[in-house]
């Protein structure tokens, strides 16, 4: 699935976010001391070498929906942007810190002139947030910041299985479909 929102084109695919070379950021679904742990964060880390938990010690602590950004070290990407997500149920607003996740790594991304990002489901996983609601949020904040991108003109969302994958093609269809009406 691909779907453009003015000058961004949007799409997904399942795989490793650790390995989309083809992107000159990847987008860590941190936890709030920004080091090593299960998950996205578990898998870039190990890719990115202990460099990575060496930079992002200074910066440390984020708080949700907060996005900081680094090297990338041994990954195939000029950049990490790290983005602390909601835990659901627990920090509230929930779905409000969820999309500034997304604007703020967009933000990032273009104070650092980058076109093109691989994102993860930010907060779907050990956060716990639902699949249908966190791609809602994820691709409608893309959506209504795509008109303010001047760099950013490519975003993929890396996901885990064929589920995630069918969840957000559907949701960005409808988004790009009210966009076309």
Known sequence: MQARFADLTVATCVGDIAAQGDCEAVVNAANAEL???GGVAGALHRAAGPELADACRPLAPIQPGQAVITEAFA???RYVIHCLG???GVDEPGEELLAACYRN???RAEAYGLASLAVPAISTGAFGFPMER???VAVGAIRQ???DLQRVR???FVLADAAAQQVH???IDELAEEERS
């Open 35 to 37: 080091m090593p742990g």
């Open 75 to 77: 990954l195939p990407n």
């Open 86 to 88: 909601p835990v659901y």
């Open 105 to 107: 790594t967009c933000h």
């Open 134 to 136: 966190a791609a809602r």
């Open 145 to 147: 910041h795509a008109p």
């Open 154 to 156: 490519r975003l993929r």
């Open 169 to 171: 093609d559907r949701v």
